[in-house]
């Protein structure tokens, strides 16, 4: 399984941060019991990708937190979020709309279907419903960057520039590797480029 090999090498990543007065809680243990919630855990795994020092880790740290977030104790809904998943992949984006609908409606404390709805309305063009969904999920799980890059985006699409770059920031602050530096660059020129009483944001 694909969890189980991130796992082995997280493994090796906890191992080799034991110098650091950071816990280093047992992966596999916690996993096992999909707690998303759990703070040491979670607060070992933020270390390590704020402090990975090649890409490679970052990126281990990064698939393991992104099974976390989508672990769902009723095995129905988890199954709908990957079919929903595969849908959205496929750019069937009303078939995966409507499936991350029924799991929020069910499920209202699922922070991961919230940030996929999120990204099914930006895909979309629904930029205002793009950033309620994105604000549900971060508001649910706060070191949830990949929701705090959605709700960046939207924000830029609308040109609410100093909305959108407090959210890149963030994200960068949490995930430093995070391939959205190129969009906060983005949005930077552009604030400097006018006059502040020009940016519209509200």
């Known amino acids: 399984r694909i969890l189980s090999q991130i796992l082995e090498r997280i493994e090796k990543l906890l191992v080799s941060c034991q110098n650091s007065a950071l816990p280093s809680p047992s992966p596999t243990d916690e996993v096992a019991s999909s707690d998303a919630s759990n703070p040491a855990f979670s607060d070992s795994?933020?270390?390590?990708?704020?402090?990975?020092?090649?890409?490679?880790?970052?990126?281990?740290?990064?698939?393991?937190?992104?099974?976390?977030?989508?672990a769902n104790a009723d095995a129905d809904l988890r199954y709908k979020l990957e079919l929903g998943m595969e849908h959205l992949l496929a750019n069937r984006i009303q078939h995966a709309s409507t499936l991350f609908e029924e799991i929020v409606q069910i499920d209202p404390a699922y922070s991961e279907?919230?940030?996929?709805?999120?990204?099914?309305?930006?895909?979309?063009?629904?930029?205002?419903?793009?950033m309620?969904?994105?604000?549900?999920?971060?508001?649910?799980?706060?070191?949830?960057?990949?929701?705090?890059?959605g709700l960046g985006l939207a924000h830029m699409e609308s040109n609410h520039l100093?909305?959108?770059?407090?959210?890149?920031?963030?994200?960068?602050?949490l995930d430093p590797w995070s391939p959205v530096s190129s969009r906060l660059s983005l949005v930077i020129d552009k604030l400097q480029a006018q006059n502040p009483k020009d940016d519209t944001d509200e």
């Open 45 to 70: 795994l933020s270390w390590l990708l704020k402090n990975a020092d090649e890409m490679k880790h970052a990126a281990d740290v990064s698939d393991l937190m992104k099974e976390i977030w989508k």
């Open 113 to 130: 279907a919230w940030n996929k709805l999120s990204m099914c309305d930006f895909m979309r063009g629904n930029l205002v419903a793009s």
């Open 132 to 149: 309620v969904c994105a604000k549900k999920s971060i508001a649910l799980l706060p070191g949830h960057y990949q929701a705090i890059n």
């Open 162 to 173: 100093s909305h959108a770059k407090a959210q890149f920031e963030h994200s960068l602050a």
